[in-house]
Each structure stands twice: as structure tokens, then as C-alpha cells.
């Protein structure tokens, strides 16, 4: 039997040994966060997370409790997904959360040093 996190068990061997998978993504926050705080996240690419009173419970996922501190705003970090959440637990997983609102993805920034550049040179100056 391998490890199912998100349960507890009444027959097992203490003292027993094995490792887990879980899935993982990486997100941010527009608000400070505390490792171990469950959370939810606020679109459908699954990029940014948030707390408030209601979230514990009906949460998506935990901030990394092994994080030292606090997470603030604006920084990447990792979030643990609720077992029963995950479809087929590979390293491209579906989660099975609906209703969250859609998304553009952003432009990509014009940089003008890049002008210089040209694709048949592999990224140097011709």
C-alpha cells in the first residue's frame, strides 16, 4: 500500500517508511501568507491563491509548510494540492476545480534591445 495523504488510519505500522508524491504548484498572492494556511486559488491557470475567513473550509491547496517565516506579496512559491483534487498525479496533472474566472494570458513586453538581433544569427549580431 502506498502513502494517501489527506487520511488517517487505524490499523497501520508505526514507525513505517515510504515516500509521496503530491501536487504541486507554483504560485503568488496579493496578500501576506503563513506556511501550512490553506488557500484557494483565484483563476484557471492556477497562478495566484488566496485566503479569507471562508477558505478553511472549502480550500484548493496549502502554502508550503516547510517555508521559513511568512510568504509577502509578489513572491513565487510553492502551494500542496488537496489529494482528492488531482486527477492522474503525474508531472502534468488536471486539477478538478471549476468556476474560476477566465484569464488572458499577457502580451509579451517589446524589448528594443532585441532589435538588433536576428533569428538566422541564433541570437547574436550579424
Not at 489527506?6 to 496578500?31: C, F, L, Q
Amino acid at each position: 500500500m502506498g502513502v494517501e495523504l489527506g487520511k488517517v488510519w487505524i490499523k497501520e505500522t508505526a514507525g513505517r517508511k515510504d515516500a509521496a508524491h503530491s501536487a504541486t504548484v507554483m504560485v503568488t498572492s496579493d496578500t501576506q501568507l503563513f506556511p501550512g494556511t490553506k488557500v484557494k486559488f483565484k483563476d484557471n491557470a492556477f497562478t495566484q491563491v488566496s485566503y479569507d475567513h471562508h477558505t478553511s473550509q472549502d480550500y484548493h491547496a496549502i502554502v508550503d509548510p516547510f517555508i521559513p517565516g511568512f510568504v509577502t506579496t509578489g513572491v513565487h512559491f510553492w502551494v500542496i494540492i488537496r489529494p482528492d483534487l488531482v486527477d492522474k498525479l503525474t508531472h502534468n496533472f488536471d486539477l478538478k476545480i471549476k468556476g474560476l474566472k477566465e484569464i488572458e494570458p499577457p502580451e509579451p513586453a517589446y524589448d528594443p534591445t532585441l532589435d538588433d538581433y536576428d533569428d538566422d544569427c541564433l541570437g547574436m549580431v550579424c
